[in-house]
């Protein structure tokens, strides 16, 4: 069975992941697609308070669900289209890990910081200065196979990039080329002093 393929979106809370992903699959027309998000995952999640370390703990056992969940589909030849925040370096790690790098078009999604404040405000459900915290987190990895900025091409103009790419993936992956600095016989291991980490 051929695997799926996997469109990873990854910016900031309120970048415009979630618009771009809608309007991908709404345009792809070579498979079917399913969006997958982070934040749906979340929503899922019983409503009880939770005190700050169970609620870490819930949110951690949450992503690497998440991350699971997407490999899973793409295995059994779903394609799908991912929207996260890559705004802790475990995730990344852990996406690296359970996610074949072949599979996956590693796509960044930056808008400046002055529009990100400006959106947060608009929506307000999310906590002022969240994006600005994420911010320098996201993309400290520094790689991707394609990035697109939402504050100079609407989430449309910005699939239809994705979607004219998607065949013409480069060969080593972002994916695989960040799986071999950081996994592979520990050449570079992640530490606070590499750009993994900001």
């Known amino acids: 069975m051929t695997s799926g393929r996997i469109i990873f979106l990854n910016g900031t809370s309120s970048s415009g992941k979630s618009s771009i992903a809608r309007e991908l ?21 019983s409503k009880r308070e939770l005190g700050a370390e169970e609620l870490d703990a819930a949110l951690r056992r949450t992503r690497m669900g998440f991350h699971r969940s997407i490999a899973a589909m793409a295995e059994v030849g779903n394609d799908i289209v991912v929207d996260h925040v890559l705004s802790e370096p475990w995730r990344l790690l852990d996406c690296l890990t359970v996610l074949r790098p072949e599979d996956v078009l590693f796509v960044g999604v930056h808008c400046p910081l002055d529009e990100l404040a400006r959106r947060e405000a608009a929506r307000g459900d ?73």
């Not at 609407?154 to 480069?170: M, V």
């Open 126 to 198: 999310r906590p002022p200065g969240l994006a600005a915290h994420q911010y320098d987190l996201v993309h400290s990895h520094g790689d991707y196979d394609l990035e697109c900025d939402t504050s100079a091409a609407s989430p449309r103009e910005c699939a239809q990039r994705i979607k004219e790419f998607l065949p013409n993936r480069p060969r080593p992956t972002a994916f695989a080329r960040l799986r071999g600095r950081y996994l592979k016989g520990g050449q570079e291991q992640p530490t606070a002093g590499n750009r993994l980490f900001g």
């Open 25 to 45: 699959v709404d345009i792809l027309d070579d498979g079917v697609f399913f969006h997958l998000a982070v934040d749906g995952f979340n929503a899922m999640r």
